[in-house]
């Protein structure tokens, strides 16, 4: 059974920085892309980074130049590095991993970041 375990979120100050990761286990098959989605109060969910198995980088136009994803395969984990961080990037964070048996997403439980003012 897949498990996607994230961790790192929490309450900083707007400019502050977080990092989450993400561990991936249970299942042996390659993942192929792993990234991290965002949702805000009221607001509908929306990709932040995606990290393809080969290192094929996208990020959204609204973190682009304040965060950085990076994987390890080795250990099928995830991560998002969150500088310069604004009041508007208080959301839920989720990660995935897409597998590469089945092409399904699969999710994590979510981690709360907030940034104050």
């Known amino acids: 059974q897949v498990q996607l375990v994230e961790s790192g979120g929490g309450l900083v100050q707007a400019g502050g920085s977080l990092r989450l990761s993400c561990a991936a286990s249970g299942n042996r098959f390659t993942i192929n892309t792993m990234g991290w989605y965002r949702q805000a109060p009221e607001k509908q969910r929306e990709s932040v980074a995606s990290i393809t198995r080969s290192g094929s980088i996208n990020y959204s136009d609204s973190v682009k130049g304040r965060f950085t994803i990076s994987r390890d395969n080795a250990k099928n984990t995830v991560y998002l590095q969150m500088s310069s961080l604004e009041p508007e990037d208080t959301a839920v964070y989720y990660c995935?991993?897409?597998?590469?048996?089945?092409?399904?997403?699969?999710w994590g439980q979510g981690t709360q970041v907030t940034v104050s003012s």
């Open positions: 995935y991993a897409n597998y590469a048996f089945n092409l399904d997403n699969y």
